[in-house]
């Protein structure tokens, strides 16, 4: 991993999408998080999504399972539960592996 590697907010992705699409800052900011909010509507209908050559969201469900506390070696109870799994596409895989963004101006980068 890239030792220079740092967090990037949704506020930085707003700013950056607002300045190389001319929108403004609330307009992209509004749509971004409608984006999110749907996704996350769809996998709490337990629905899979799919983005080609990015990735696929999908619900998993885990099973419950007793574990063990590792300093009184008590035997505790984990209820079983749904989780979010992702699995990366081809494209974005490759990319990140080669370490190069996706142009700017390619239509995969809006799909």
Do not use: C, W, Y
Not at 16 to 27: A, C, E, H
Not at 32 to 53: A, H, P, T, W
Not at 61 to 85: D, F, S
Request: net charge positive; glycine share 6%.
């Amino acid at each position: 991993m890239d030792s220079e590697a740092h967090t990037v907010t949704k506020r930085d992705l707003v700013q950056r999408i607002s300045d190389s699409t001319g929108q403004t800052k609330v307009l992209v900011r509004d749509i971004i998080q409608r984006f999110l909010d749907e996704i996350s509507q769809e996998l709490v209908r337990g629905n899979r999504l799919e983005f080609r050559k990015f990735g696929v969201f999908e619900v998993r469900h885990r099973p419950g399972r007793l574990a063990q506390n590792p300093k009184t070696l008590e035997k505790i109870p984990v209820p079983p539960k749904r989780v979010v799994k992702f699995k990366v596409g081809n494209v974005l895989k490759a990319r990140v592996d080669q370490g190069h963004p996706p142009p700017t101006d390619s239509p995969e980068s809006s799909a």
